[in-house]
């Protein structure tokens, strides 16, 4: 049959079982928003309130859920204000189509109203990037678009599409997209054999889970693993959920901001196994001291991490589930009473802490643990409170922390929590921020009560950039440039000026009933947390040492730290 080309978009976004778009119209853009207007009961569209928001959805979206994000943006300023959302999908590995238009192709390259090339600006955020020119070309682009996004290493695609690509008619057959296997033709037998050998004659294994074990749904095999192999769990930021947070032999999260018990232990074990982790700088402090005690077995789907950042003894490249199904078939139940009695009692000894006489971030996070029984999705922007999520939530499920881990973006986790909450209504969604952070895409709460879309954005509101200000505090010699937000700014006034139900916080008794009331809203809810300018973020792993060299605020003050 023949369609046009804003027909074929449409067609082809059914065909991939695609139920809702988040996005931002423009002149570009019309002709496929006229036709979604058309099939809206088929395709729910989300009116976002700025184009990086519409990112952020599509990739909470896709985080929270397994499926493939979808946002679509106009040419020009629209499409650019795609890209930040873009590199923070591509560095966490989302699985995320944009759909952006151009000027049609007698206009381009002629610097035309609103034109940019925006295929070739994200081709380095990009698993791939293509712009349409010919409709005949439409919609095996887009086909090859959702193909490529959730392949091997998943990631972000953006297709941009000339308008005149948009109008024109040519020939359309509908295709049943097919189905898209597990990377384990890449396993070799003799890899697998080797890691087996090593971890048999381990004393003191450990496993170190990333956001690939998450990725690859290999949370039922990791739990399997972790019994036979008898070991201690550490995980990294976005590998949080893969193992429960619950569980006796997890440890805590490694890294800078990560446990005493994980950071001192990783540096003391025989054998490290670990699944899907990219070996971030974040996590392991000085990387030619990183687990030197060790063997390191590296299970990755993507060859490239291999030796990239850490130089690793044996690799397995594959599917992180397959792998560990090959693993548990071929592993004997092992036994490491001693060294899992030392990690254990090292985890007692050196827990987490906060000041307990005022109201703090932990506390909040905590409580919301507590009354939530962890089994909300949680969204983070970027800074303290993110830290402080990691920490202090317990995580038992994959795909229930929502943030941004590579990138490190600021003003995502507002947009990344209508994403989650549109692909998982059912759940509790939180967003934790900083009040920096909130300021950068606040306008999306706009998006919510618009929309009715019930998420609780908890702001954790210090009146500085909070992680900046305690480096400044650490290693800069208190000079807090340009860090303080001191203002007069109300986020309880400009909440409810948008339509969202609203509360202060500035005691730890206000901190239960108001979360209560929040869960059980059924609206967009904004609550506004004041909470200490100096709290800090411990442990912590200074710049430039070793994990080992763990802080916290007890060595400070007995000056055992290794900070200058």
Same mark, same amino acid.
Request: with cysteine; net charge neutral.
């Given at each position: 049959?023949?369609?046009?080309?804003?027909?074929?978009?449409?067609?082809?976004?059914?065909?991939?079982?695609?139920?809702?778009?988040?996005?931002?119209?423009?002149?570009?853009?019309? *002709?496929?928003?006229?036709?979604?207007?058309?099939?809206?009961?088929?395709?729910?569209?989300?009116?976002?309130?700025?184009?990086?928001?519409?990112?952020?959805?599509?990739?909470?979206?896709?985080?929270?859920?397994?499926?493939?994000?979808?946002?679509?943006?106009?040419? !020009?300023?629209?499409?650019?204000?795609?890209?930040?959302?873009?590199?923070?999908?591509?560095?966490?590995?989302?699985?995320?189509?944009?759909?952006?238009?151009?000027?049609?192709?007698?206009?381009?390259?002629?610097?035309?109203?609103?034109?940019?090339?925006?295929?070739?600006?994200?081709?380095?955020?990009?698993?791939?990037?293509?712009?349409?020119?010919?409709?005949?070309?439409?919609?095996?682009?887009?086909?090859?678009?959702?193909?490529?996004?959730?392949?091997?290493?998943? !990631?972000?695609?953006?297709?941009?599409?000339?308008? *005149?690509?948009?109008?024109?008619?040519?020939?359309?057959?509908?295709?049943?997209?097919?189905?898209?296997?597990?990377?384990?033709?890449?396993?070799?037998?003799?890899?697998?054999?080797?890691?087996?050998?090593?971890?048999?004659?381990?004393?003191?294994?450990?496993?170190?889970?990333?956001?690939?074990?998450?990725?690859?749904?290999?949370?039922?095999?990791?739990?399997?693993?972790?019994?036979?192999?008898?070991?201690?769990?550490?995980?990294?930021?976005?590998?949080?959920?893969?193992?429960?947070?619950?569980?006796?032999?997890?440890?805590?999260?490694?890294?800078?901001?990560?446990?005493?018990?994980?950071n001192l232990s990783v540096g003391e074990c025989?054998?490290?196994?670990?699944?899907?982790?990219?070996?971030?700088?974040?996590?392991?402090?000085?990387?030619?001291?990183?687990?030197?005690?060790?063997?390191?077995?590296?299970?990755?789907?993507? *060859?490239?991490?291999?030796?990239?950042?850490?130089?690793?003894?044996?690799?397995?490249?594959?599917?992180?589930?397959?792998?560990?199904?090959?693993? *548990?078939?071929?592993?004997?139940?092992?036994?490491?009473?001693?060294?899992?009695?030392?990690?254990?009692?090292?985890?007692?000894?050196?827990?987490?802490?906060?000041?307990?006489?005022?109201?703090?971030?932990?506390?909040i996070i905590e409580k919301l643990d507590e009354?939530?029984?962890?089994?909300?999705?949680?969204?983070?922007?970027?800074?303290?409170?993110?830290?402080?999520?990691?920490?202090?939530?317990?995580?038992?499920?994959?795909?229930?922390?929502?943030?941004?881990?590579?990138?490190?973006?600021?003003?995502?986790?507002?947009?990344?929590?209508? !994403?989650?909450?549109?692909?998982?209504?059912?759940?509790?969604?939180?967003?934790?921020?900083?009040?920096?952070?909130?300021?950068?895409?606040?306008?999306?709460?706009?998006?919510?009560?618009?929309?009715?879309?019930?998420?609780?954005?908890?702001?954790?509101?210090?009146?500085?950039?909070?992680?900046?200000?305690?480096?400044?505090?650490?290693?800069?010699?208190?000079?807090?440039?340009?860090?303080?937000?001191?203002?007069?700014?109300?986020?309880?006034?400009?909440?409810?000026?948008?339509?969202?139900?609203?509360?202060?916080?500035?005691?730890?008794?206000?901190?239960?009933?108001?979360?209560?009331?929040?869960?059980?809203?059924?609206?967009?809810?904004?609550?506004?947390?004041?909470?200490?300018?100096d709290d800090k973020v411990f442990p912590m792993?200074?710049?430039?040492?070793?994990?080992?060299?763990?802080?916290?605020?007890?060595?400070?003050?007995?000056?055992?730290?290794?900070?200058?």
């Open positions: 049959m023949q369609l046009t080309g804003s027909q074929i978009v449409i067609e082809c976004l059914k065909e991939q079982g695609v139920d809702t778009v988040f996005g931002y119209p423009g002149g570009a853009i019309l *002709n496929i928003y006229d036709e979604l207007y058309r099939h809206q009961e088929e395709i729910t569209h989300i009116l976002t309130s700025h184009e990086q928001g519409a990112s952020h959805a599509a990739d909470g979206y896709a985080r929270s859920t397994g499926k493939v994000g979808v946002c679509m943006a106009t040419s !020009g300023p629209g499409a650019t204000n795609l890209v930040t959302g873009i590199a923070t999908a591509y560095m966490d590995s989302v699985p995320m189509v944009a759909i952006t238009c151009n000027v049609g192709i007698s206009l381009l390259g002629k610097d035309s109203f609103q034109e940019v090339d925006i295929a070739g600006v994200t081709m380095p955020i990009t698993k791939y990037s293509y712009i349409v020119k010919d409709v005949k070309d439409l919609a095996p682009a887009l086909r090859r678009a959702f193909r490529i996004a959730q392949t091997g290493r998943p !990631g972000p695609v953006l297709i941009d599409i000339a308008k *005149n690509a948009t109008s024109d008619k040519t020939e359309f057959k509908r295709e049943v997209p097919k189905l898209i296997g597990r990377c384990t033709q890449t396993i070799e037998e003799t890899a697998v054999e080797k890691s087996i050998k090593v971890i048999r004659k381990a004393k003191r294994p450990m496993v170190f889970v990333g956001g690939g074990t998450v990725i690859a749904g290999a949370d039922k095999e990791l739990q399997e693993f972790v019994r036979r192999v008898d070991a201690p769990v550490t995980d990294t930021l976005m590998g949080k959920g893969a193992y429960p947070g619950t569980d006796d032999h997890y440890i805590g999260m490694l890294g800078m901001h990560g446990t005493k018990a994980a025989d054998v490290l196994i670990v699944l899907g982790s990219r070996f971030s700088d974040r996590v392991t402090g000085v990387t030619k001291n990183f687990a030197r005690k060790a063997k390191i077995i590296q299970v990755d789907v993507d *060859n490239t991490e291999v030796n990239k950042n850490v130089m690793v003894d044996i690799s397995v490249i594959g599917d992180i589930k397959s792998v560990l199904d090959i693993f *548990n078939s071929k592993l004997e139940q092992l036994s490491h009473p001693e060294w899992m009695e030392k990690v254990l009692q090292r985890k007692k000894e050196l827990p987490l802490s906060y000041p307990a006489d005022r109201l703090t971030g932990p506390y009354l939530t029984k962890g089994d909300a999705i949680i969204c983070t922007e970027v800074g303290q409170h993110q830290m402080w999520a990691a920490q202090y939530y317990k995580y038992k499920k994959p795909r229930t922390l929502i943030t941004s881990g590579g990138l490190g973006t600021m003003g995502y986790g507002l947009g990344a929590a209508l !994403g989650a909450k549109v692909g998982n209504p059912d759940k509790t969604v939180v967003n934790i921020a900083g009040d920096g952070c909130f300021r950068m895409n606040m306008n999306e709460i706009a998006t919510a009560t618009r929309s009715n879309i019930p998420i609780i954005e908890l702001i954790f509101d210090n009146r500085v950039l909070g992680m900046v200000r305690q480096w400044q505090t650490l290693f800069y010699g208190q000079r807090y440039s340009h860090t303080i937000l001191e203002d007069k700014v109300d986020f309880v006034k400009l909440a409810e000026a948008m339509g969202a139900r609203a509360y202060r916080i500035t005691k730890k008794e206000e901190v239960e009933p108001v979360l209560r009331e929040a869960i059980a809203a059924g609206e967009p809810v904004v609550v506004d947390c004041v909470i200490a300018s792993v200074a710049p430039g040492t070793n994990l080992e060299d763990v802080f916290d605020e007890e060595d400070l003050l007995k000056g055992k730290n290794k900070v200058k």
